[in-house]
């Protein structure tokens, strides 16, 4: 089955690292794995992509398992202003994007 | 930074009216989509355009979608006779490729079926 699964919320203390999870075992092996975040009344905003080596850029950084069955996206150093839903998508040998059902990421201060 | 321009922000129309939704992609993208997303759910795949035809699209996007490229710059998505269940926040995106490349999304047009 087509799809990527993530816990559905995460809390996590400000200016601490976060670590969100996708599970992703079905994809193929020329599926990149998307990272996107969703504000309160807005549109999905691209994070970070990769297909099988980490990669690193401004906003995160992209764990992606040996296997490429499961991934991570880490914030270095979560603020406030990075409470938001994540979310992990593939094209699992499509065209389309197929999102995940998204972690509520909550930052306490 | 370039970015896909919606309108309207926001529609409220009565059920069974024809519905069209515009975006103007980024402008050296040549792959176009549109998404839906239904309060409180994830964001769901419609329908994906390249070289002025339809490249793929879901379950959801039967005969009462459409979607066109009137010119060089809009992308529309139409609804022909809208219910009550096609009520959702729709999203347009760009991208430059397919797979690999970033799929830009505008800030959405939500439509409300009453």
């Known amino acids: 089955d087509a799809k990527t699964t993530q816990p559905n919320s995460m809390e996590s203390n400000e200016e601490e690292p976060v670590h969100l999870p996708c599970n992703h075992s079905?994809?193929?092996?020329?599926?990149?794995i998307h990272w996107y975040r969703q504000l309160p009344s807005q549109g999905p905003e691209y994070v970070i992509h990769?297909?099988?080596s980490n990669v690193n850029n401004r906003m995160a950084s992209l764990a992606i398992a040996e296997d490429r069955k499961s991934s991570t996206l880490i914030l270095h150093r979560a603020t406030l202003r990075d409470a938001a839903v994540y979310y992990c998508?593939?094209?699992?040998?499509?065209?389309?994007?197929?999102f995940g059902t998204g972690t509520r990421l909550t930052i306490i201060p | 930074e370039p970015e896909v321009t919606q309108t309207p922000s926001h529609q409220v129309t009565q059920m069974g009216q024809e519905v069209i939704l515009r975006c103007v992609p980024i402008?050296?993208?040549?792959?176009f989509y549109w998404y839906r997303q239904i309060l409180g759910q994830k964001v769901e795949f419609l329908v994906s355009?390249?070289?002025?035809?339809?490249?793929?699209k879901s379950e959801i996007f039967d005969d009462q979608f459409s979607v066109e490229r009137p010119d060089g710059s809009n992308f529309t998505l139409k609804i022909r006779s809208t219910k009550l269940e096609d009520s959702a926040m729709y999203f347009c995106?760009?991208?430059?490729?397919?797979?690999?490349?970033?799929?830009?999304f505008g800030e959405g047009s939500w439509l409300t079926v009453v």
């Open positions: 995106a760009s991208s430059s490729e397919v797979r690999g490349n970033t799929i830009y």
């Open positions: 998508a593939a094209n699992f040998g499509n065209e389309k994007l197929t």
């Open positions: 990769g297909l099988t």
């Open positions: 402008s050296n993208h040549l792959y």
């Open positions: 079905t994809i193929s092996g020329t599926d990149y």
């Open positions: 355009f390249y070289n002025n035809e339809i490249s793929e």
